[in-house]
C-alpha cells in the first residue's frame, strides 16, 4: 500500500467522485480509477459504493479513511520534522490534554519559549487523557496533560505540583447551590453524567462508596463542556473536574465541590525514546527548566478564592 496511492483515496473520499478528485490531482480520471482498484485488490475488499452521482464508503472504506489519515498524518509530520533539523528553530508542536486546571500552565511557559524560538507554532487538541496518551503513542501528539490516574510507563513525564479539585455541575436554580460543597448523601439516587474513562469512574466509585447505584448514570462523557448541555436541560448532575470552571457562564451554570474533597493530580508527559523534532526538543528542555524553578498553584485549596458560580 503506497503512500501516494492513499492520498488518492482519500482525495476521492473528499470529492466525492473520480472525475473531481482527478482534476485536482492532476491526473487522469482512467489512471485514478486504476489506481483505486488496484488499491481495493490490495486490501481485499471493497471500498466504494460507486453512485451514478457521487462515490460513498463501504463500511471497510470508512475503516481505510481513518487509518489513512493517521498514516499520511504522520507521514507529513515526519517530513516537516526532518527539514527541521538544523540551527534554526522552526516547526510545529502538537499539545493535548483535558479541560483541566494543569492547563493553565500552558501559556506561560509558551509564552516564554515563543520569546526564544518566534518561529515555533502549536496545536492544542482537546481530549480525555486515554485519547491523548492513544495519539502520543501513535505519534500523533507530542506533550500531553493527562489526569491521573493514567498509565505513564511508557512516557517521560513532570508531574505537576498542583491539584485538581472534583465537583458537581447542576442548574443556577437547583437547590442543592444553597451549600457550600456536596456531599454523597446530597446525590444519592439524582440522576448522574460522570466521565467515560474506567479508571477515573471507580476512583468516584470509591468516594460515593454504597451509596452510588448503577440506574443513577444516565449518561457517561468525556469532556466537561458537553455534560454541561445535558445539565442545562436538567437532565442530570455531572460530576467534573474544575479546571473548565473559570470561563464558564455562571448564570447558565452552577459548580459545587465534593465534600469530602477529592482531589487528582495531573503529569505534563512525552513518548520515552521518541525521536522528537528539534523545536520539541527544545520545549520539553524549556519545560523542564520552567517548572522546576516556577512553584505552580493550581487546583483544590491552591485556587485563589472565587466567588461562587
Same mark, same amino acid.
Given at each position: 500500500?503506497?503512500?501516494?496511492?492513499?492520498?488518492?483515496?482519500?482525495?476521492?473520499?473528499?470529492?466525492?467522485g473520480?472525475? @473531481?478528485? =482527478? /482534476?485536482?490531482l492532476?491526473?487522469?480520471?482512467?489512471?485514478?480509477? +486504476?489506481q #483505486?482498484?488496484?488499491?481495493? %485488490?490490495? !486490501?481485499?475488499?471493497?471500498?466504494?459504493?460507486?453512485?451514478?452521482?457521487?462515490?460513498t464508503?463501504?463500511?471497510?472504506?470508512?475503516?481505510?479513511? @481513518?487509518? =489513512? /489519515?493517521?498514516?499520511?498524518?504522520?507521514?507529513?509530520?515526519?517530513? +516537516?520534522? #526532518?527539514?527541521?533539523?538544523? %540551527?534554526? !528553530?522552526?516547526?510545529?508542536?502538537?499539545?493535548?490534554?483535558g479541560?483541566?486546571?494543569?492547563?493553565q500552565?500552558?501559556?506561560?511557559?509558551?509564552?516564554?519559549?515563543? /520569546?526564544?524560538?518566534?518561529?515555533?507554532?502549536?496545536?492544542?487538541?482537546?481530549?480525555?487523557a486515554?485519547?491523548?496518551?492513544?495519539?502520543?503513542?501513535?505519534?500523533?501528539?507530542?506533550?500531553?496533560?493527562?489526569?491521573e490516574?493514567?498509565?505513564?510507563?511508557?512516557?517521560?513525564?513532570?508531574?505537576?505540583?498542583?491539584?485538581?479539585?472534583?465537583?458537581?455541575?447542576?442548574?443556577?436554580?437547583?437547590?442543592?447551590?444553597?451549600?457550600?460543597?456536596?456531599?454523597?448523601?446530597?446525590?444519592?439516587?439524582?440522576?448522574?453524567?460522570?466521565?467515560?474513562?474506567?479508571?477515573?469512574?471507580?476512583?468516584?466509585?470509591?468516594?460515593?462508596?454504597?451509596?452510588?447505584?448503577?440506574?443513577?448514570?444516565?449518561?457517561?462523557?468525556?469532556?466537561?463542556t458537553?455534560?454541561?448541555?445535558?445539565v442545562?436541560?436538567?437532565?442530570?448532575?455531572?460530576?467534573i473536574?474544575?479546571?473548565?470552571?473559570?470561563?464558564?457562564d455562571?448564570?447558565?451554570?452552577?459548580?459545587?465541590?465534593?465534600?469530602?474533597?477529592?482531589?487528582?493530580?495531573?503529569?505534563?508527559?512525552?513518548?520515552?525514546?521518541?525521536?522528537?523534532?528539534?523545536?520539541?526538543?527544545?520545549f520539553?528542555?524549556?519545560?523542564?527548566c520552567?517548572?522546576?524553578?516556577?512553584?505552580?498553584?493550581?487546583?483544590?485549596?491552591?485556587?485563589?478564592?472565587?466567588?461562587?458560580i
Open positions: 500500500m503506497e503512500i501516494r496511492v492513499l492520498r488518492y483515496f482519500l482525495a476521492v473520499v473528499r470529492e466525492e473520480i472525475n @473531481r478528485a =482527478a /482534476e485536482v492532476h491526473i487522469t480520471q482512467p489512471t485514478l480509477s +486504476r #483505486l482498484s488496484q488499491l481495493e %485488490e490490495e !486490501v481485499g475488499v471493497k471500498l466504494f459504493h460507486r453512485g451514478a452521482k457521487k462515490i464508503l463501504t463500511n471497510e472504506g470508512i475503516l481505510l479513511r @481513518r487509518r =489513512a /489519515e493517521e498514516i499520511l498524518s504522520l507521514v507529513d509530520r515526519t517530513e +516537516r520534522e #526532518l527539514v527541521e533539523q538544523d %540551527e534554526l !528553530v522552526e516547526g510545529g508542536i502538537v499539545i493535548g490534554g479541560e483541566l486546571a494543569a492547563m500552565t500552558l501559556p506561560e511557559i509558551i509564552e516564554t519559549f515563543h /520569546e526564544k524560538y518566534p518561529l515555533v507554532t502549536f496545536d492544542i487538541f482537546t481530549a480525555s486515554d485519547l491523548v496518551k492513544e495519539q502520543m503513542e501513535k505519534g500523533l501528539i507530542d506533550i500531553g496533560a493527562l489526569l490516574p493514567v498509565d505513564i510507563e511508557k512516557f517521560d513525564f513532570i508531574r505537576l505540583k498542583g491539584k485538581e479539585r472534583w465537583g458537581v455541575l447542576m442548574r443556577p436554580d437547583d437547590p442543592l447551590t444553597e451549600k457550600e460543597a456536596v456531599s454523597a448523601k446530597d446525590l444519592k439516587d439524582l440522576p448522574l453524567i460522570l466521565p467515560r474513562r474506567t479508571n477515573v469512574r471507580n476512583e468516584l466509585s470509591n468516594w460515593f462508596g454504597d451509596s452510588l447505584k448503577e440506574k443513577q448514570v444516565l449518561f457517561t462523557s468525556n469532556l466537561p458537553n455534560s454541561a448541555l445535558m442545562q436541560r436538567g437532565l442530570a448532575y455531572s460530576i473536574i474544575e479546571g473548565a470552571i473559570p470561563f464558564w455562571k448564570e447558565k451554570i452552577s459548580y459545587r465541590p465534593l465534600c469530602p474533597e477529592l482531589t487528582a493530580s495531573s503529569v505534563l508527559a512525552w513518548k520515552k525514546q521518541q525521536p522528537f523534532s528539534l523545536a520539541v526538543t527544545k520539553i528542555e524549556h519545560m523542564r520552567y517548572l522546576g524553578n516556577t512553584v505552580l498553584a493550581y487546583g483544590g485549596n491552591a485556587f485563589p478564592k472565587r466567588e461562587k
